[in-house]
């Protein structure tokens, strides 16, 4: 199979018209038709079922499609690292979820770029399971995760430890004495989904099922703005918050008959990899 195969199986699958396709990738519609006929060929499987107007993938497209993604990442990766070491004697790829980023991962990569030139950094920004599956792949060195990995060859520190507040604007507190789990339920609450962590299932639960949030996202430094426009109320890290309760702006709701659970950051790697690098700014022993 060819990368421009991929590339077309992938962009079909999304668009899920042949002549939408073949428009949007500016080629015939038959090289559309012949690239899918060949790629069905070589796996040996189909991969979309075919309509009158649109296709859809089959089963076994569905799990060929997260394959065809990794493999063209995996391309674009290495060519990356070929491409940097012609101006760079070091290049860190680091995965973060959205929680860890402001608090953890920028510092040290201000650090990085501050006291050295002969470092690149590559930082990816998303899921704990998406960025666990790069990381075994090669195409990252570490990533900062809201859940554990336990597995053979890797390391998986505690890296540290939060606690989660619930915060709102400050003066717009409707219960500055504190709120009951009952009346948590019944606020405008701004859901950020903290995924499989002991924090999301916990929130989660403070809902009925089938909740419709005022706003649902999964990046928990999105919500700040709407909770500073005095919006409704949300569970936080508290790093993540800490410089907006300190200015005033947001104020933290104390919470009376029950408590929420801490927040763990793990730093995951591979057993060979040399993390103290990075986390102690050691970049400039491997210029000559």
Excluded: W
């Excluded at 426009?229 to 309760?245: E, H, I, R």
């Amino acid at each position: 199979m060819n990368t421009e195969e991929l590339k077309t199986f992938i962009f079909l699958s999304k668009v899920k018209n042949f002549t939408l396709a073949a428009e949007q990738l500016f080629i015939a519609q038959s090289t559309v038709t012949n690239r899918i006929n060949e790629l069905e060929k070589e796996v040996g499987k189909r991969l979309f079922s075919r309509g009158s107007k649109t296709v859809k993938l089959t089963e076994a497209g569905e799990i060929f499609l997260r394959y065809a993604e990794r493999i063209l990442d995996l391309q674009s990766t290495s060519i990356e690292e070929m491409n940097a070491l012609a101006s760079h004697s070091r290049k860190f790829s680091i995965g973060a979820i959205n929680a860890t980023y402001e608090v953890y991962v920028k510092p040290l990569i201000d650090e990085c770029l501050k006291n050295n030139s002969v470092t690149s950094v590559k930082v990816m920004l998303g899921h704990s399971l998406d960025l666990i599956q790069q990381l075994q792949d090669n195409m990252l060195d570490m990533v900062f995760s809201a859940i554990p990995l336990k597995r053979l060859g890797y390391n998986c520190d505690a890296y540290d430890v939060d606690r989660v507040a619930l915060v709102c604007k400050k003066g717009m507190n409707e219960y500055p004495n504190g709120v009951t789990k009952e009346q948590l339920a019944k606020l405008p609450y701004l859901m950020c989904d903290f995924t499989l962590s002991e924090a999301g299932v916990f929130i989660r639960s403070l809902f009925p099922k089938k909740h419709i949030f005022r706003l649902d996202v999964d990046n928990s430094s999105k919500l700040i703005p709407y909770l500073e426009n005095g919006l409704g109320y949300s569970f936080l890290p508290y790093k993540l918050v800490q410089d907006k309760l300190e200015e005033g702006t947001l104020e933290e709701v104390k919470l009376l008959d029950f408590s929420a659970p801490n927040v763990t950051t793990y730093l995951i790697y591979r057993q060979d990899y040399d993390i103290n690098r990075f986390l102690e700014n050691k970049f400039d022993e491997e210029v000559e």
